[in-house]
């Protein structure tokens, strides 16, 4: 005995709600997804910048150990991490304010914060005393803003 099959409204595939409700959870999980995608790149940037800072740092105590002072610029410290070290062609800008002795430095970092390549969102973080750790922030500015390093990951 042959049996034969019906067709169901329901066999044709998806209906156009339940495609509706599928793409209202994605647009709500976007929403939540994307901004904290953005605040984890934007803590991994500054957290390679303070690393940067103190391998920087490294180098000035090592340049000051030799010559007695710090370097003024950021191209004399080229090496004094090991072979083959560049800190003008790490992923940030770097540069390093020196007082005319010598003796006092300040070492910042300069990097675009959200990656736009708009100069709008600059940050920075500098090292004026090379026995501490980086400590400042200031985004947007030219000035700095005192708070601890936990501060900066918030």
């Not at 209906?15 to 995608?37: F, G, Q």
């Not at 303070?50 to 370097?71: D, N, P, W």
């Not at 004399?76 to 090991?82: Q, W």
Request: charge should be neutral; glycine fraction near 8%.
């Amino acid at each position: 005995m042959q049996r034969i099959f019906r067709k169901h409204a329901s066999d044709n595939g998806f209906t156009l709600i339940e495609l509706l409700i599928c793409v209202a959870i994605i647009a709500i999980l976007a929403t939540v997804a994307i901004p904290a995608y953005f605040s984890h790149t934007m803590r991994s940037r500054q957290t390679r910048a303070i690393s940067e800072l103190m391998i920087i740092k490294a180098a000035q105590e090592r340049y000051f150990a030799e010559h007695g002072s710090y370097a003024g610029t950021i191209t004399i410290l080229d090496g004094y991490a090991g072979a083959g070290t560049s800190y003008t062609n790490l992923a940030y800008r770097y540069w390093i304010r020196a007082d005319t002795t010598g003796m006092a430095t300040t070492i910042m970092a300069l990097g675009d914060l959200n990656g736009d390549g708009n100069r709008t969102n600059d940050w920075r973080v500098s090292i004026q005393d090379l026995n501490a750790k980086p400590r400042e922030f200031a985004p947007g500015n030219e000035g700095f803003s005192w708070s601890s390093l936990a501060d900066v990951f918030n």
